[in-house]
């Protein structure tokens, strides 16, 4: 296997990984008294060294929007 179809595989990891992920966080949001942890959970994977979840913040609010998904209020 040469370099550049090792870099592909990994990119198309990646890419499937970060997809579980806001699946999985979006999933999680529609369920009552989760919001609060999705939001911290998201920006943390943001911020993660691994670079694995670049733009998951982004990608789940975008999510969420298209579902027209609003917070519940604060109380």
């Known amino acids: 296997m ?10 198309q990891h990646q ?3 970060s997809a579980a992920a806001v699946a999985h966080l979006v999933k999680l949001t529609q ?3 989760w919001w ?5 959970r998201a920006r943390k994977l ?8 670049v ?7 975008q999510q969420l929007q298209a ?3 609003r917070p519940p209020p604060r109380a």
């Open 31 to 33: 369920q009552p008294g």
């Open 15 to 17: 890419i499937n990984l």
């Open 55 to 61: 733009d998951i913040e982004q990608q789940v609010v």
């Open 2 to 11: 040469n370099s550049s179809s090792s870099d592909h595989q990994w990119q």
């Open 36 to 40: 609060e942890y999705v939001k911290a």
């Open 67 to 69: 579902l027209a998904w």
């Open 46 to 53: 943001d911020r993660d060294e691994s670079r694995l979840f």
